[in-house]
């Protein structure tokens, strides 16, 4: 899934709220961040994300970036602005708590 940051300039304002981010000058980094979130998500769940068309019906392989999907794009896309390493050090924390995984827990394919 291809994001038209021109057309959807509220896509990263959202991100940057979410990431308390104040400033443009990481503006290309989150943009890529989105990508791999996305990547991320279709590969989780097994399933392609798309933006729905009125009247035409999802395969099975398909899943609709809705709201619930998209938040934990935003919270993912978060926590590796704030944790840019592989390793962390001084934390007990080491996925992102409860929600990526629960938002999208019943849109997963097993």
């Known amino acids: ?6 057309a959807q300039p509220e896509v990263l304002e959202r991100l940057k709220l979410q990431a308390r981010i ?10 890529g ?9 279709e590969q989780h769940c097994d399933r ?7 009247g035409v019906d999802l395969s099975p ?9 998209w938040q934990a794009v935003v ?4 926590h590796w602005y704030a944790t840019r390493e592989a390793v962390v050090t001084g934390t007990i924390a080491t996925t992102v ?14």
């Open 22 to 31: 104040d400033t443009d000058e990481d503006d290309e980094l989150l943009k």
């Open 33 to 41: 961040y989105v990508d791999a979130a996305l990547a991320h998500v």
């Open 75 to 78: 919270l993912l896309v978060a």
């Open 48 to 54: 392609k994300l798309v933006v729905p068309v009125p």
């Open 1 to 6: 899934m291809i994001i038209d940051w021109d």
């Open 97 to 110: 708590p409860l929600g990526f995984e629960r938002l999208l827990w019943y849109r997963k394919r097993f």
């Open 61 to 69: 392989d398909q899943m609709e970036l809705s709201s619930d999907v």
